[in-house]
């Protein structure tokens, strides 16, 4: 049972355009919703985060959107750059003392062409 | 660099075989979490330790053990190995224990080939 699901398994976007990837979950208890970007090699590093009782957050070029009625959460780059071209996960938390107990979807491989 | 530091990088063992993998946490991260990254799986949370004791688990095998010493370095022990347990094996570590503030900060991996 997949509870969190990236249904894209890659996206391709020009430079300086708008990246949008998009993730589904299935359990309503979750609490606590992650961005992780991984280059190959390296292990995931942490992007931008979300609680529940938010809709939105934003750090500099990354925006996490949360609909919690449609269980979907959303990550916009922009503008969108080359050196942004990883895998990117989306994880859930359930919180509390489950904080760090996540849940990854499998991953979207995003390609930012020059 | 996230001052997660895992080794070995790579091993290579055969069935049947034990291995430990040791991680340390950045300075200051009191809770180590381990996850298991498999080609059909994706990442998965194995078990995590919060200054010394076990915190949470996940789906761990039996086969599988850990534990976080007094300076809080960690190891998870793997025996009995099967081809199925080749992996990246990922060791994180965050601040707090159940804090929204203190994200996870994941090491670079080791990769576990059985053979």
């Known amino acids: 049972d997949q509870q969190v699901k990236q249904n894209s398994p890659s996206l391709s976007v020009q430079e300086g355009r708008i990246s949008i990837l998009n993730c589904d979950y299935t359990n309503s208890m979750f609490d606590y919703f992650l961005w992780y970007k991984k280059y190959p090699a390296e292990g995931p590093t942490f992007l931008i985060s979300?609680?529940?009782?938010?809709d939105k957050n934003e750090d500099g070029r990354f925006t996490v959107f949360l609909n919690k009625s449609a269980k979907h959460l959303s990550l916009h780059i922009v503008p969108s750059q080359p050196g942004d071209s990883a895998v990117y996960f989306c994880?859930?938390?359930?919180?509390?003392?489950?904080?760090?107990?996540?849940?990854f979807g499998q991953g979207t491989i995003l390609t930012v062409h020059p | 660099d996230s001052g997660v530091t895992q080794t070995p990088k790579h091993l290579i063992t055969a069935t049947g075989q034990r291995v430990t993998l040791r991680c340390s946490p950045r300075s200051g991260d009191l809770s180590v979490y381990w996850y298991q990254q498999s080609l059909d799986q994706g990442l998965q949370f194995l078990i995590q330790y919060y200054n010394g004791e076990e915190r949470a688990k996940g789906n761990i095998l039996e086969r599988f053990s850990a534990q976080q010493f007094p300076d809080l370095h960690s190891e998870l022990n793997l025996s009995s190995l099967e081809l199925g347990d080749s992996a990246l094996y990922f060791c994180a570590s965050s601040t707090l224990d159940g804090n929204y503030n203190s994200p996870l900060h994941f090491g670079n991996g080791t990769r576990l080939t059985v053979t």
């Open positions: 994880a859930a938390s359930l919180g509390g003392t489950s904080y760090g107990k996540l849940t």
């Open positions: 979300i609680s529940s009782i938010k």
